[in-house]
C-alpha cells in the first residue's frame, strides 16, 4: 500500500474531513475513528496523526516549509492502492483549506500543486 501525507490547518478534524469529502461526492465511512474512502473502483484508508509521530519523521528543513505554508498543522495519512482515489481526498480538502501534500516522490508543497503535476503525468 502507498500513502500520501495531507497537512492541514490544526483546527481541521477527521470529522471535518470526512463532511468535506461527503460535500464533494466522495464515498466515506467514519470506522474506529479513520476514514474509508471508496473512489471509483479503489479504497482508500485516511487517518489524522493524532500521536504527532509525523513531526517526529520530518527533516528540519521539511518541519520549516510545512508551518511556513500553513502554520500550525495537522497531517493526515492516506493508505491507498490506486493514486486516483489519494487525489480525490487531496482535491476535496484543497477546495476548502490550505493544504500542504507530501507523496512518495520527494514533493512537498501547496496540494494545488501537487494536483497540478499529477494532472501533467
Known sequence: ???LIVCLPSDVTVYAVRDQLLACGVSVDLRGGRLAVSH???LAW???DLECELEREYEVDELALI???IGTWNG????YRTVEVADAVAAA??????CVVDDDDGFIGW???YLERREGQ
Open 46 to 48: 485516511v487517518e489524522p
Open 76 to 79: 493526515f495519512v492516506i493508505d
Open 67 to 69: 508551518q511556513r505554508l
Open 1 to 3: 500500500m502507498n500513502s
Open 93 to 98: 480538502v484543497c477546495e476548502r483549506w490550505p
Open 111 to 113: 496540494g494545488r500543486e
Open 40 to 42: 471509483g473502483e479503489s
